[in-house]
């Protein structure tokens, strides 16, 4: 069964220091997104991604945040200069044109 | 403010039981309605989908959807240990193709063997 998928699955890094994370969505999916979600809180919708630009974003994804679909198959995130509260886990997922699939995840630690 | 509300629970039920979820949004022009299972430290998992009122029924689970009520409900018949995760709900805000979903907090399933 097809399935999307997340690398790394986890990431360490230092404050103020750059990270991407990377997805593959499922390959006949047209709607690409991401979403986190903070240790006990809930999933929080980030940002959609269509046609190769943005066509939604939550108040959380401000100008430390970007997304690429850089090829074919891969769609990232890059937080440009992370911060203590971007620790959470964040979760790729894509739809063709209705039920959303969501990857396995990445966490994010921020030291 | 778009809010989704579960009860947190847990809910606890014994196996072989039916577990009844509850949801409730505030948003009438929400579209489209999931319930999702997650696993602690785990992903959601896609479990029902349901856009218009009344009962959808898959496998041992069922969805229910009132809209003027704004409530939806997930009942699962012959719980089983397994079933035991984290359940959410959540609402789309869209009605073009993609999905910008609200989720609630979950609800907590315990299935006692």
């Known amino acids: 069964e097809p399935e999307v998928t997340q690398t790394p699955s986890h990431q360490v890094t230092q404050m103020g220091q750059e990270v991407i994370l990377r997805c593959v969505p499922i390959s006949n999916h047209l709607y690409f997104y991401w979403y986190r979600q903070i240790l006990g809180q809930k999933v929080e919708f980030l940002v959609s991604?269509?046609?190769?630009?943005?066509?939604?974003k939550s108040e959380i994804f401000d100008d430390q945040f970007s997304v690429e679909r850089p090829d074919g198959s891969n769609f990232t995130l890059k937080i440009r200069s992370t911060k203590l509260e971007d620790s959470a886990m964040y979760f790729c997922?894509?739809?063709?044109?209705?039920?959303?699939?969501f990857g396995e995840g990445s966490r994010l630690t921020v030291l | 403010q778009k809010e989704v509300e579960q009860n947190s629970g847990p809910l606890s039920v014994p196996e072989g039981a039916i577990a009844s979820l509850n949801c409730t949004y505030s948003?009438?022009?929400?579209?489209?309605f999931f319930w999702y299972r997650q696993y602690s430290g785990k992903s959601p998992e896609l479990i029902m989908s349901?856009?218009?009122?009344g009962d959808k029924e898959d496998g041992r689970f069922t969805a229910q959807l009132n809209k003027a009520s704004q409530y939806v409900s997930l009942l699962i018949r012959d719980s089983q240990p397994s079933d035991s995760a984290t359940y959410l709900c959540?609402?789309?805000?869209?009605?073009?193709?993609?999905?910008?979903?609200?989720f609630g907090t979950g609800t907590r399933l315990l299935v006692s063997p």
């Open positions: 349901i856009y218009s009122n």
């Open positions: 991604f269509y046609n190769n630009e943005i066509s939604e």
């Open positions: 948003d009438r022009v929400s579209q489209s």
């Open positions: 959540a609402v789309n805000l869209m009605n073009t193709g993609f999905q910008k979903l609200v």
């Open positions: 997922a894509s739809s063709l044109n209705g039920e959303l699939f």
